[in-house]
Nanobody
């Protein structure tokens, strides 16, 4: 099982980025998938996740209305669309996957596989 994130970079406040997470060794449509981030000096936090149980997407409070999740099963890839970026969105962004479907996925419950991350920097 492998997850590889891409699409990070530097952007000005108010801009947009789309991160990709390419999976191998399993089918993303069969797993709970999530995006997380860790800013310098802070703990890792949940950005959003989609539970495989019923397809519900759970959002972190700080990204509601700005970030969204999508997937392309043919490419076995999930995406994080980030709009209205703010300097406080600066972080390393990680993709995660797990076999357990849970509303607790945003708290990393059941997520067993992690990518190495991609860096996002938002300047004011």
């Amino acid at each position: 099982v492998q997850l590889v994130e891409s699409g990070g970079g530097s952007v000005q406040a108010g801009g947009s980025l789309r991160l990709s997470c390419a999976a191998s060794g399993f089918a993303v449509e069969d797993y709970t998938m999530g995006w997380f981030r860790q800013a310098p000096g802070k703990e890792r936090e949940g950005v959003l996740c989609m539970s495989k149980h019923d397809g519900t997407i759970y959002y972190g409070d700080s990204v509601k209305g700005r970030f969204s999740f999508s997937s392309d099963n043919a490419k076995n890839t999930v995406y994080l669309q980030m709009n209205g970026l703010k300097p406080e969105d600066t972080a390393i962004y990680y993709c995660a996957a797990g076999v357990v479907g849970s509303s607790w996925c945003l708290r990393e419950y059941g997520l067993d596989h992690w990518g190495k991350g991609t860096a996002v920097t938002v300047s004011s």
